[in-house]
């Protein structure tokens, strides 16, 4: 077990008690409202500039861009790196803070 993992005591039922694993840190980085944190994403990724002919690969997913079509547009970071809609939302979505995954410069909510 991790070492920044304590071991809590939960009542199951009376005075049974089961030891549960607990990591107050992930339990942190955990978001509050799921609903809520995919409003601010996509909130943050629509108000990304879109870059039609971006050239080279999405760092994300290490594939070429492609001409922009509608929603599949490639988005450039505030520090000026370029991915694919769908890999910066993913990233977004999933990543424990709003940073960009090449220079883990932060992305404002």
Not at 12 to 21: A, E, I, K, R
Not at 64 to 88: K, L, M, N, T
Request: include cysteine.
């Amino acid at each position: 077990m991790a070492a920044a993992s304590t071991k809590y005591r939960v009542v199951v039922s009376g005075n049974d008690t089961v030891p549960v694993p607990f990591d107050l840190g992930d339990a942190m980085m955990m978001p509050e409202n799921v609903e809520a944190t995919a409003q601010t994403v996509t909130r943050l990724v629509s108000d990304m500039p879109t870059v039609d002919y971006a050239t080279g690969n999405c760092s994300i997913c290490m594939e070429g861009f492609w001409p922009s079509e509608g929603s599949s547009a490639s988005r450039q970071v505030s520090c000026g790196h370029v991915y694919h809609d769908d890999c910066i939302t993913d990233w977004l979505l999933n990543a424990n803070c709003y940073s960009c995954p090449l220079c883990r410069h932060q992305i404002s909510r």
